[in-house]
T-cell receptor, first 115, second 113 residues
């Protein structure tokens, strides 16, 4: 069975600095998707970034980038130039490429931004 | 604006009562999902539906029921058989099999009193 682990329940970073959130996963599949979702205090889940496992290039979305290490089954999220609006819960999620429904979620990391 | 609307935002239920959580989307998405979120845990799938009049159990379907009579609507009923219903419930939708991104509603916080 696939699992997703986020080992950092909480992280804090000074505004304008860079922070990296960790995520590891376990799967025997070779093709899959990985996601980072953000859940701000409003509780709505917002997609931050996604990575297809067959792509070697790390995904980037503005200040957000990932370090995808397929062999190590690691998928960390780097947030550059942290802003107060980045404060939220961040969830890492996995989905098999042939699955329409089964998102496997990590327990989340609470990110605190210090002004 | 297109999106997913969940209502109500907060819901209180007495022991032994059934309650229904609403989820409506105007994104023309085929697939819809219900998740449960508890503190310190990731989301867990309750039910999902890929087309109208069809739905499948997820990992924690016991004590819940759903219907999908319209493409836009996927209500979740929390029955009295659900032993620990107090939680945050999130509804999501996706365009279809090939589309990878799920869009989420703002959630409903259910509390048993």
């Amino acid at each position: 069975a696939q699992t997703v682990t986020q080992s950092q329940p909480e992280m804090s970073v000074q505004e304008a600095e860079t922070v990296t959130l960790s995520c590891t996963y376990d799967t025997s599949e070779s093709d899959y998707y990985l996601f980072w979702y953000k859940q701000p205090p409003s509780r709505q889940m917002i997609l931050v970034i996604r990575q297809e496992a067959y792509k070697q290039q790390n995904a980037t979305e503005n200040r957000f980038s990932v370090n995808f290490q397929k062999a190590a089954k690691s998928f960390s999220l780097k947030i550059s130039d942290s802003q107060l609006g980045d404060a939220a819960m961040y969830f890492c999620a996995y989905r098999r490429m042939d699955s329409n429904y089964q998102l496997i979620w990590g327990a989340g990391t609470k990110l605190i931004i210090k002004p | 604006d297109g999106g997913i609307t969940q209502s109500p935002k907060y819901l209180f239920r007495k022991e032994g009562q059934n309650v229904t959580l609403s989820c409506e989307q105007n994104l023309n998405h085929d697939a819809m999902y219900w998740y449960r979120q508890d503190p310190g845990q990731g989301l867990r799938l309750i039910y999902y539906s890929q087309i109208v009049n069809d739905f499948q159990k997820g990992d924690i379907a016991e004590g819940y029921s759903v219907s999908r009579e319209k493409k836009e609507s996927f209500p979740l009923t929390v029955t009295s058989a659900q032993k620990n219903p107090t939680a945050f419930y999130l509804c999501a939708s996706k365009r279809g099999f090939m589309n990878t991104e799920a869009f989420f509603g703002q959630g409903t916080r259910l509390t048993v009193v």
